[in-house]
């Protein structure tokens, strides 16, 4: 069982903004800005798109934001483009556990 | 440019032991903590622990302690991962990721390649 909760699949149209919450509790997200997340393509590692919650890393492109309220962090990507279909994991601090993750999120660009 | 490379992938029978291995290049090895997060066939992401490269200090998920060991040899940057009492449900694949920041700060900046291992009897 994940860590952090996430719905298991997102779609959007080519050109659409899409947004994926990570929820988890007042001991991780809502407790520290340590939250990160990661897209992943099928046989692929993980790549870093956002950390410290809303910060991008270069190369990363502006279409990808995030933003946290309480318990709750978010993934929005703008304007789809079909290269952004991929899994997306988000990730917290946790005292308890040090680093969890979530279940993660299919996006499907249709 | 930052670069990690994996040993090979593994086939190992249950209640052996693996070792991972991690090469590391592009920048300065002791200046950066190194993850391990494994990743099961269709499953997510488990983080298994750190290890602090300049000084050899490790720090397990709950999970793993006691069953894992993070290692480090400075002079051919290099990380090892060394699982035992391995189990059918530790099929998977395991990387390395190294942190964004000279302390630990949870963000994994850059990743290996993966190494799949396989526990079958």
């Known amino acids: 069982q994940s860590a952090l909760t996430q719905p298991p699949s997102a779609s959007g149209s080519p050109g659409q903004s899409v947004t994926i919450s990570c929820t988890g509790t007042?001991?991780?997200?809502?407790?520290?800005?340590?939250v990160s997340w990661y897209q992943q393509h099928p046989g692929k590692a993980p790549k870093l798109m956002i950390y410290e919650v809303s910060k991008r890393p270069s190369g990363v492109p502006d279409r990808f934001s995030g933003s946290k309220s309480g318990n709750t962090a978010s993934l929005t990507v703008s304007g789809l483009q079909a290269e952004d279909e991929a899994d997306y994991y988000c990730?917290?601090?946790?005292?308890?556990?040090?680093?969890?993750f979530g279940g993660g999120t299919k996006l499907t660009v249709l | 440019q930052v670069q990690l490379v994996q040993s090979g992938a593994e086939v190992k029978k249950p209640g052996a032991s693996v070792k991972v291995s991690c090469k590391a290049s592009?920048?300065?090895?002791?200046?950066?903590?190194m993850h391990w997060v494994r990743q099961a066939p269709g499953q997510g992401l488990e983080w298994m622990g750190w290890i602090n490269v300049n000084s050899g200090g490790t720090n397990y998920a709950q999970k793993f302690q006691g069953w894992v060991t993070m290692t480090r040899d400075t002079s051919i940057s290099t990380t090892y991962m060394e699982l035992s009492r391995l189990r059918s449900d530790d099929t998977a694949v395991y990387y390395c990721a190294r942190d964004l920041g000279s302390s630990v700060t949870t963000f994994l900046e850059y990743w290996g390649q993966g190494t799949l291992v396989t526990v079958s009897s």
């Open positions: 007042s001991s991780d997200v809502g407790a520290y800005n340590y």
């Open positions: 592009g920048y300065t090895f002791t200046g950066y903590y």
């Open positions: 990730s917290s601090y946790a005292v308890s556990n040090n680093l969890g």
